[in-house]
C-alpha cells in the first residue's frame, strides 16, 4: 500500500511539475475552455429564462388577446368580471373600445371611446405628431384625432369642436394629433364615458384588447375559460401570439448556433495548443517509455494534465458565465438574469466533452512516438 502511495505521490507530482514547465500553453488552454464555457453558461442561463424575458418583451410590441361580444355590445360591468380571471401579474394591458359615427362640424366621423391611460399600451406603436398624449382618463372632453382626420376635417391642436350626441351638442378639446399607420388614423378618440353619452350606451362596450403574458395555448385555455360566459367570448389574435412562439424558438436556435460555434473554435485551439505541447515533450515521453511507462500510463499523465486544467477552467468560466449573462440581460432586455443553478453543471459537463473530444488525437498521437528515433535525436 505504501508503494501504491507512493507512485501515485509521485504521478502527482510529475502532473504538476509538467504543467508548470508548460504553463505558457497550458494558460492557453485554459483561458480557451474559460472562454468557451463562459459563454455556453451564459447562454444556458439566458435560455432557461429567455421564455419569460422574451414573452415580456414581445408583449410590448402589442394586443395579443381580444375580448368581444357573441352580438354587438357588452356589459362593462361583464368585461370588467372577464379581466378578474386573467392572473394579475400576467395582465399588463386592457383597453376597451365603444364605436360610433357621430356628426362633427365639417361633416360625419368615426369616433371611439377609449381608457387613454391603457389605450398606450395595446397601442404602444402610436405617435403623437402634434400637441400631447391624454394620459388621465378624467379629462372628460380632451379627445385626440387621427392624423388622416385631422387633415380631413382640419382639426388643429387646442382647437375646440362641437360633436352632435344623441341628445345634443358636446364640444370637445383636441389635446393632440396622433399617428399609428392604420385605421386610426381616421378616428376621433375621447374618454369612454364620454362616448357612451354621446352615443348613448351608457355602461356598453364593442370589445377590448388585452396584452397578457403567456404561450399561444396557454391564451387559447384562457379564452375558452373566459367565453363559458353566453354574451362574451375572448380569444388569442393568433397571427401575433403564433409569431411570437416562432420567434422564441428562433431565437433560442440562434443561441443554440452561437454557443456550439463557440465551443468548436475552444476545441480547435485546445486540439492545436495540446498538439503543439505534445510535439515539444516528445523527448519527455521517449524517455518514460524506455523506462518500462506503459502506454495506458502515459495517456493517464497527459489525460489527468488536461481534465485538471478544463475542469478547473470549466469551473471559473461557468461563474464568468452568469456574470456576462447579467451584461446580455440588462443590454438585451433592460433587466437581470435569474440564476438557474442547472447552467453550472450543464456548462461544465458540455465543456468537458468538447475538451475530451479535442484531447482525443493529440493524445493518441503520443502514443506513436518512435522512442528508439527519439532517444538517438532523430
Given at each position: 500500500m ?5 507512485n ?8 504538476a511539475k ?7 500553453a ?5 483561458i480557451?475552455i474559460?472562454?468557451?464555457t ?6 444556458i ?6 421564455d419569460s424575458?422574451m414573452?415580456?418583451?414581445?408583449k410590448?410590441?402589442?394586443?395579443n388577446?381580444?375580448?368581444?361580444s ?7 360591468e361583464?368585461y370588467?368580471?372577464a379581466l ?5 401579474e ?7 373600445y ?17 381608457n ?16 400631447s ?14 392624423v ?5 376635417m382640419?382639426l388643429?391642436?387646442g ?10 351638442k ?8 396622433i ?9 376621433l378618440?375621447m ?6 353619452n354621446?352615443?348613448k350606451?351608457?355602461g ?13 395555448e396557454e391564451?387559447k385555455?384562457?379564452?375558452e375559460?373566459i ?5 362574451i367570448t375572448?380569444k ?9 412562439g416562432?420567434i ?12 456550439l ?5 475552444t ?17 519527455e ?8 511507462a506503459?502506454k495506458?500510463?502515459?495517456?493517464r499523465l ?9 475542469f ?5 468560466g ?13 443590454v438585451?432586455f433592460?433587466?437581470?438574469?435569474d ?7 450543464l ?7 468538447f475538451?475530451a ?8 498521437k503520443?502514443l506513436e ?8 535525436g532523430?
Amino acid at each position: 500500500m505504501r508503494e501504491n502511495r507512493s507512485n501515485f505521490i509521485f504521478f502527482l507530482k510529475m502532473v504538476a511539475k509538467s504543467l508548470l514547465l508548460s504553463k505558457g500553453a497550458a494558460g492557453i488552454i485554459f483561458i480557451s475552455i474559460t472562454l468557451g464555457t463562459a459563454i455556453t453558461a451564459a447562454f444556458i442561463n439566458i435560455y432557461l429564462d429567455i421564455d419569460s424575458k422574451m414573452n415580456r418583451e414581445l408583449k410590448a410590441y402589442g394586443a395579443n388577446f381580444i375580448i368581444a361580444s357573441k352580438d354587438t355590445y357588452i356589459n362593462e360591468e361583464l368585461y370588467k368580471k372577464a379581466l378578474l380571471k386573467i392572473e394579475s401579474e400576467k395582465l399588463l394591458g386592457a383597453s376597451p373600445y365603444l364605436f360610433g359615427i357621430a356628426r362633427l362640424e365639417l361633416g360625419n366621423s368615426v369616433i371611439a371611446g377609449v381608457n387613454f391611460k391603457e389605450f398606450k399600451k395595446v397601442k404602444p406603436f402610436l405617435e403623437v405628431n402634434e400637441g400631447s398624449y391624454i394620459n388621465i382618463d378624467f379629462d372628460e372632453f380632451g379627445a385626440l384625432a387621427g392624423v388622416d382626420l385631422a387633415k380631413k376635417m382640419e382639426l388643429k391642436t387646442g382647437s375646440t369642436i362641437d360633436m352632435m350626441g344623441v341628445e345634443g351638442k358636446i364640444k370637445l378639446k383636441i389635446r393632440g394629433i396622433i399617428s399609428t399607420g392604420g385605421k386610426e388614423d381616421g378616428i376621433l378618440f375621447m374618454p369612454l364615458n364620454t362616448a357612451q353619452n354621446a352615443l348613448k350606451k351608457e355602461g356598453l362596450i364593442n370589445f377590448a384588447d388585452v396584452v397578457v403574458l403567456g404561450d399561444f395555448e396557454e391564451l387559447k385555455t384562457l379564452g375558452e375559460t373566459i367565453s363559458q360566459n353566453s354574451t362574451i367570448t375572448a380569444k388569442p389574435v393568433t397571427a401575433v401570439s403564433r409569431t411570437e412562439g416562432i420567434i422564441l424558438e428562433k431565437i433560442k436556435l440562434l443561441m443554440a448556433l452561437v454557443a456550439l460555434s463557440v465551443l468548436l473554435i475552444t476545441s480547435m485551439c485546445v486540439n492545436t495548443t495540446l498538439s503543439s505541447i505534445i510535439f515539444s515533450r516528445r523527448k519527455e515521453i521517449a524517455l518514460l517509455r524506455a523506462l518500462g511507462a506503459s502506454k495506458k500510463s502515459i495517456v493517464r499523465l497527459f489525460g489527468i494534465e488536461t481534465f485538471f486544467m478544463s475542469f478547473t477552467a470549466s469551473i471559473a468560466g461557468a461563474g464568468v458565465g452568469f456574470l456576462l449573462s447579467q451584461i446580455f440581460g440588462q443590454v438585451i432586455f433592460n433587466s437581470s438574469i435569474d440564476f438557474r443553478f442547472l447552467s453550472i453543471p450543464l456548462a461544465v459537463l458540455i465543456s468537458l466533452l468538447f475538451a475530451a473530444a479535442a484531447c482525443f488525437l493529440p493524445i493518441k498521437k503520443s502514443l506513436e512516438i518512435n522512442v528508439a528515433n527519439i532517444l538517438r535525436g532523430e
